[in-house]
């Protein structure tokens, strides 16, 4: 029996307790400990949780209804090294004995199967872009490290040697879960870094982002130190994306090979990239999904040089002003920032690059301009639009855009227009410290 093998083979590498593990809307690990006897339970019908006490269910709190279960899937069973005894399983979400159509998991394996009936599979590596960060004492964070405060940071080798225990325990971390670290570097902005592994399908790139945000977590706070992936906590830093690079494959083992590579691979390529640009402010409210995520997305400079960040729909060859960057065999889609749901972003993509090779929609020219460094004017002459600057935008172009909120379902897209239009209501009533320095004895 598949679980009894398992489960000997994990109480043989010291695990006592399974971490059942599950992502909720917003992109956050969520889950409970059950002993390694309940594997089997686990592995069949699921844990049981509250489904209204999860965000973005929108379960009820009575009824056949109202329990989400969360069902492990056993090829993701996984000892961690940083909790000894403790190996996390990755649930799936079902309700009433059926896969559960908002669950961000199973959004991502709806779309996965869209591109298996043509046997195909996207594969992406995933860019985690992250700060570390401890409270000031007046009530705001600031960098861990005291000395780390260049105006240009970026791959500063002072500043790195002091976090060199905190990120080397992280590397192990993630090299014993079965993950092939790339590098690991400074990043743009003060006690900023970040983090490549090596690129996966899909949805087990997705389930390394929660696997890899378990661990940083967990490592940085044994370290003194707070682990973030706010897109923008800083106003005068660059903000922390999470780039996508992505890529289509089919065949397995010794017969597959990418499909973007060749003469006829670029068509296909371009197509795909078509349909990603045809719907950005769509994808926008997935890949940016908060309000301090529009900080991020506007252009200017930062004290570093520039933000990174995109704000403008448009491609070209290994352009990193733009929304997607082409490069040999694949594109980095730069458009997601560290709060996006893995999930949601990898199922959306997906979801839009079918539709630009479905309807062979061809990209626009290419633009090999520094983006950055043109006008507003000069954008538009050129034809490019500009992302959504709020998540108001945002949410309004995913309503619009029934293509990606069929790919999503009616019940997630329900659900995450809800809470972050509550999200937003809630930011536009707020009175910040700017605003009442700004204003106050102004008038």
Same mark, same amino acid.
């Given at each position: ?8 083979? #994990? ?91 908002? %669950? ?113 977590? =967990? ?5 003194? =130190? ?57 994808? %926008? ?63 959306? #993509?997906? =979801? ?27 954008? =538009? ?23 990606? %909120? ?5 019940? #997630? ?31």
């Amino acid at each position: 029996m598949l679980s009894q093998a398992l489960q000997d083979q #994990l109480r043989a590498a010291g695990v006592h307790t399974l971490l059942a593990q599950f992502t909720d809307l917003h992109g956050v690990a969520k889950g409970k400990y059950l002993p390694l006897e309940q594997l089997d339970a686990l592995l069949s019908e699921g844990s049981g949780f509250s489904g209204p006490s999860i965000a973005g269910t929108g379960l009820a709190r009575q009824g056949p209804r109202s329990e989400y279960w969360g069902r492990g899937d056993a090829s993701t069973a996984q000892a961690l090294p940083w909790m000894p005894g403790y190996a996390r399983l990755v649930c799936d979400g079902f309700v009433a004995g059926q896969p559960f159509d908002a %669950c961000p998991r199973q959004v991502l394996r709806r779309a996965e199967a869209r591109l298996s009936a043509r046997g195909w599979q996207l594969r992406t590596g995933i860019e985690p872009e992250f700060f570390l960060l401890k409270a000031d004492g007046r009530g705001s964070y600031v960098p861990i490290d005291d000395a780390d405060r260049l105006d240009k940071p970026s791959y500063d080798l002072k500043a790195l040697p002091r976090q060199a225990a905190l990120l080397r325990e992280l590397h192990l971390a993630l090299q014993g879960c079965g993950l092939r670290v790339l590098q690991i570097d400074h990043e743009d902005a003060q006690g900023q870094y970040e983090l490549n592994f090596a690129y996966d399908r899909a949805l087990h790139s997705a389930d390394r982002i929660m696997l890899f945000k378990l661990a940083a977590q =967990a490592i940085a706070e044994k370290h003194g =130190a707070l682990f973030s992936m706010m897109p923008k906590p800083f106003a005068d830093q660059p903000g922390s994306g999470m780039h996508f690079h992505a890529s289509l494959w089919t065949g397995e083992g010794p017969t597959e090979r990418c499909l973007f590579d060749g003469a006829e691979g670029q068509v296909l390529l371009g197509h795909f990239i078509a349909g990603v640009l045809a719907h950005a402010p769509a994808l %926008c409210a997935l890949a940016a999904p908060t309000v301090n995520s529009y900080k991020r997305l506007t252009v200017g400079e930062s004290l570093s040089g520039t933000t990174w960040a995109p704000a403008y729909i448009a491609h070209g060859p290994n352009n990193r002003t733009a929304l997607v960057r082409t490069l040999p065999g694949r594109f980095e889609w730069r458009l997601p920032d560290a709060a996006a749901n893995p999930y949601l972003a990898s199922a959306a #993509l997906i =979801a839009a690059g079918l539709d630009g090779i479905d309807r062979e929609l061809q990209p626009p020219a290419a633009c090999e301009d520094d983006l950055f460094a043109l006008s507003l004017r000069q954008i =538009a002459d050129r034809g490019i639009a500009l992302l959504p600057q709020s998540l108001d935008q945002a949410l309004e172009a995913l309503l619009a855009d029934a293509m990606i %909120c069929d790919a999503l379902g009616e019940t #997630l897209t329900q659900q995450f227009l809800a809470l972050k239009r509550e999200e937003w209501l809630d930011y536009a009533r707020h009175v910040s410290a700017w605003e009442m320095q700004r204003y106050v004895a102004a008038f």
